[in-house]
């Protein structure tokens, strides 16, 4: 089993879906809420600049004969990692947590660690696939209030693939930290390996109402209070 520091570590990264907040709430009500509102979202916003450019490069890579809104809508029902999906995506996701259509699924024990892990010092950094805008968005308007000013970075695909050790020696790169001082929390054997192949220690979340399947190469916990335990991390008591 490899990613166990040899001493507690000074930054946390970590993973969204699967790990801080259920695989459930992405598949059953975000990508729904952004399918719902693609096309309405596009015929009022489709000339503003950010988003003419997410349908200039989703153009560029269609299928031949492919129509744009065809490739979006193949893209969500592939769960495709496309950066500019990834940027619309997130674009109908703010006005959804904007309005309170939408809420931030944390599991219960995500959001009084993080606190805790916050005040203790640490330095914590989320990596998810999902885009920067709408990893703030979720943190933002969540069920545990808003807790984007906990977090000192964010980082999406644009640093790289998640299951490429390349990404990881970046993120660390950009936290002006030592690999081995940074711990990635995932549900997702691949992108623990990756990690592990930088330096990073790294701890696979395995939550039994995610159906997570454990990974034998890396240690592994139920919840983040376990995770505390397990790297010498701050232990808040949580509620019954």
Same mark, same amino acid.
């Given at each position: 089993?490899?990613?166990?520091?040899?001493?507690?570590?000074?930054?946390?990264?970590?993973?969204? #879906? &699967?790990?801080?907040?259920?695989?459930?709430?992405?598949?059953?009500?975000?990508?729904?809420?952004?399918?719902?509102? @693609? !096309?309405?979202?596009?015929?009022?916003?489709? #000339?503003?600049?950010?988003?003419?450019?997410?349908?200039?490069?989703?153009?560029?890579?269609?299928?031949?004969?492919?129509?744009?809104? +065809?490739?979006?809508?193949?893209?969500?029902?592939?769960?495709?990692?496309?950066?500019? @999906?990834?940027?619309?995506?997130?674009?109908?996701?703010? *006005? &959804?947590?904007?309005?309170?259509?939408? #809420? *931030?699924?944390?599991?219960?024990?995500?959001?009084?660690?993080?606190?805790?892990?916050?005040?203790?010092?640490?330095? @914590?950094?989320?990596?998810?696939?999902?885009?920067?805008?709408?990893?703030? @968005?979720?943190?933002?308007?969540?069920?545990?209030?808003? /807790?984007?000013?906990? $977090? %000192?970075? $964010? $980082?999406?695909?644009?640093? *790289?693939?998640?299951?490429?050790?390349?990404?990881?020696?970046?993120?660390?790169? &950009?936290?002006?930290?030592?690999? +081995?001082?940074?711990? $990635?929390?995932?549900?997702?054997?691949?992108? /623990?390996?990756?990690?592990?192949?930088? %330096?990073?220690?790294?701890? +696979?979340?395995?939550?039994?109402?995610?159906?997570?399947?454990?990974?034998?190469?890396?240690? +592994?916990?139920? !919840?983040?209070?376990?995770?505390?335990?397990?790297? *010498?991390?701050?232990?808040?008591?949580?509620?019954?």
């Amino acid at each position: 089993m490899s990613g166990l520091a040899k001493a507690p570590p000074s930054a946390i990264l970590t993973d969204i #879906e &699967g790990t801080t907040s259920a695989i459930a709430f992405v598949k059953e009500t975000l990508f729904p809420y952004a399918e719902r509102a @693609l !096309d309405g979202f596009l015929d009022a916003h489709g #000339e503003e600049a950010e988003v003419a450019a997410c349908l200039r490069e989703a153009a560029r890579l269609a299928a031949p004969g492919e129509e744009v809104r +065809q490739a979006l809508r193949r893209w969500m029902a592939e769960d495709a990692k496309i950066g500019p @999906l990834k940027t619309l995506q997130g674009l109908i996701w703010r *006005g &959804g947590f904007q309005s309170g259509e939408i #809420e *931030g699924h944390l599991w219960p024990d995500v959001a009084p660690c993080l606190r805790a892990w916050a005040r203790a010092g640490l330095y @914590l950094a989320v990596y998810s696939s999902g885009s920067v805008a709408a990893q703030k @968005l979720l943190f933002g308007h969540s069920v545990a209030g808003d /807790l984007v000013p906990l $977090f %000192g970075g $964010f $980082f999406d695909t644009a640093v *790289g693939g998640k299951r490429e050790a390349a990404s990881y020696a970046a993120i660390a790169q &950009g936290l002006h930290r030592p690999p +081995q001082e940074i711990l $990635f929390l995932s549900d997702i054997a691949e992108e /623990l390996d990756a990690a592990a192949h930088a %330096g990073l220690s790294v701890c +696979q979340l395995v939550r039994p109402r995610d159906g997570t399947v454990p990974c034998p190469r890396h240690p +592994q916990a139920p !919840d983040f209070p376990a995770v505390a335990a397990l790297f *010498g991390l701050p232990v808040p008591r949580l509620a019954a």
